[in-house]
Every structure is written in C-alpha cells, then in structure tokens.
C-alpha cells in the first residue's frame, strides 16, 4: 500500500486559519503583528522564500517589511538596522534571511536581533531556553516538523524517532522538541557507520542532510512516518527531497512530498511566531 501523502500546503492553510483569528482579536486591542526581513544579496533562491514569506503575512494580515542591502554591503549597515528594528515597535519579529555573503559574520549578524523578537529561533538565549524545556520561540522548521506529526495524528510519546543530520537550524532543535514529548531520539551524521542500522528501528524518520536519494525504502522501517527536509536541485532543473519518494512511499505509512511539503509549514511557523511575540508585546505592557 502506498505511503499517504502529509500535504503540507493543506496543513499550512489550517494554520492560517487559527492564526487570522488570533490576529482579529490583536486588532481589537489596536495591534497589528509586524514582521521585518532583512535580506543581502541576490541570492534567487532567497528571493523566492522571501516572496512566500511575504505573501504569508499577506494573507493572514500581518505588516511586512522587507529590507534589501546589496551583496557588498558592510556588516555595520546591517547591525545599525537591526538595532533599528529591535526598537521599532510596529516590528514584532525580525528574520534575517540567509544565507549571506561570506564576508558577513553570520553569528554576529544573527545574534543581534532581539530575543523577543527573534521569531526564526536562532538566538542562542532561544536555543538554551529549549534545553531547559522552556521553549520561547522554536526554530521555524522543526516546530513545523511537529505540527506536521500532530496534525496527521501520529503518535511521539514512546516512539523511535531518528534524524539525518545536526544542524542548529533543524536537528538539534528538532531533537530536543521530541524528547519534550517523550520521544527516543537518535542523530545520524556523516560519521555515522551504516546508518540504515539506525534508519530500520525508526518509527520516525526525519531526513535533513542536504543530499539527493540519500534514503531510499530498503532503509526504512515498515510503516514509519518520513520527514523529507532536503530540497536539492538536480541538473536538470528537478528539485527533489533527500528520500527517494517513489521507492520510500512504497514502504512508509505517511511520508511528506518534496516540493510541497516541509516548507509549507517553514513559512507558517514564522508567521505563528511572529504572531505570539505580538500577542507577548501587549501582555508585557
């Protein structure tokens, strides 16, 4: 039987519904969630995500701004905005969209943005307060890895849950996220001998290496859950997931699409959080 398809635009949209609503009530109260991006460079990919992130706050009524500075911007420029932005107080959430040119410090530039304000979660007050359980915002994509598995039903508490990869951006993050919820976790690297000795017992596969086909279905467990978070584009133009779909899907009980899948929910996370540090804003005064 084939793997059902976790529509990650559907699950996206059922997110925007809720958070329209949270906005109305904000708007009764005379605020309206901001939202600043700033964004270096040309790069086209960025600009894509951005046009996404930008159309979000659209359609759930948030302000947006976007910031643009050249590929050879200096690093101060950008920091004095940033201490701009941290001040402005129409601004509730501050994202710096990466990546950026190599001659930017890109922790600098990152941990400049105030923590109650930094709704991409890459503040390194937000990423120990997780450590400790007490989650202030949660890194966009696996907060939307979550809503993906609560969405769709699928049980955490007990559950083997291993991940491809250790970034701070998605698995380390993510890994603490399921271990709040009573989760077994396991991280893979690319040190990591025979890692289908890992990938079979995972109830919860959650594939975030950067590298095309990296699973494909003999790796995987007989009805687990898959969590492609690999967006790769082949040469021909092709985008496709780290999971080899079509012989994954075959194999798993629920696996996401790539595209239309993770980044769906990437998008709405940032728009939820932003949400939530307005909604901080007016209980802080």
């Known amino acids: 039987m084939a793997a059902i398809l976790i529509d990650g635009a559907a699950i996206a949209q059922q997110v925007y519904s809720q958070?329209?609503?949270?906005?109305?009530?904000?708007?009764?109260?005379?605020?309206?969630?901001?939202?600043?991006?700033?964004?270096?460079?040309?790069?086209?990919?960025?600009?894509?995500?951005?046009?996404?992130?930008?159309?979000?706050?659209?359609?759930?009524?948030?302000?947006?701004?976007?910031?643009?500075y050249a590929s050879d911007c200096g690093e101060r420029e950008v920091l004095d905005r940033l201490q701009g932005l941290n001040a402005d107080p129409r601004i509730h959430g501050i994202l710096v969209q990466l990546p950026l040119p190599p001659h930017l410090?890109?922790?600098?530039?990152?941990?400049?943005?105030?923590?109650?304000?930094?709704?991409?979660?890459?503040?390194?007050?937000?990423?120990?307060?997780?450590?400790?359980?007490?989650?202030?915002?949660?890194?966009?994509?696996?907060?939307?890895?979550?809503?993906?598995?609560?969405?769709?039903?699928?049980?955490?508490?007990?559950?083997?849950?291993?991940?491809?990869?250790?970034s701070t951006i998605v698995s380390k993050p993510l890994a603490l996220l399921l271990i709040a919820r009573s989760a077994t976790v396991t991280i893979c690297n690319s040190r990591t001998p025979d890692?289908?000795?890992?990938?079979?017992?995972?109830?919860?596969?959650?594939v975030a290496a950067g590298k095309p086909g990296l699973i494909d279905g003999t790796m995987i467990k007989p009805g687990a859950t898959v969590i492609d978070v690999g967006i790769n584009r082949l040469p021909g133009g092709k985008v496709v997931g780290?999971?080899?779909?079509?012989?994954?899907?075959?194999?798993?009980?629920?696996?996401?699409?790539?595209?239309?899948?993770?980044?769906?929910?990437?998008?709405?996370?940032?728009?939820?959080?932003?949400?939530?540090?307005?909604?901080?804003?007016?209980?802080?005064?």
């Open 105 to 166: 410090d890109l922790e600098r530039v990152q941990q400049a943005v105030a923590v109650h304000k930094d709704v991409d979660g890459f503040n390194w007050t937000n990423l120990g307060a997780m450590t400790a359980g007490h989650t202030l915002f949660a890194p966009c994509t696996p907060l939307g890895i979550m809503t993906m598995l609560d969405q769709t039903g699928v049980a955490i508490e007990g559950k083997q849950a291993v991940i491809i990869g250790r």
């Open 19 to 68: 958070l329209k609503q949270r906005v109305q009530r904000l708007a009764a109260r005379g605020v309206r969630p901001g939202l600043a991006a700033i964004v270096v460079g040309e790069d086209p990919a960025s600009r894509i995500y951005l046009r996404n992130k930008v159309q979000a706050c659209n359609e759930v009524g948030l302000h947006s701004e976007v910031h643009p």
């Open 195 to 206: 890692v289908r000795v890992y990938t079979r017992h995972a109830d919860i596969l959650v």
């Open 242 to 285: 780290d999971v080899d779909f079509e012989s994954a899907s075959r194999v798993a009980s629920r696996i996401t699409p790539v595209p239309g899948g993770v980044g769906r929910l990437t998008v709405a996370m940032l728009i939820a959080n932003t949400v939530t540090a307005a909604e901080r804003s007016c209980s802080a005064v």
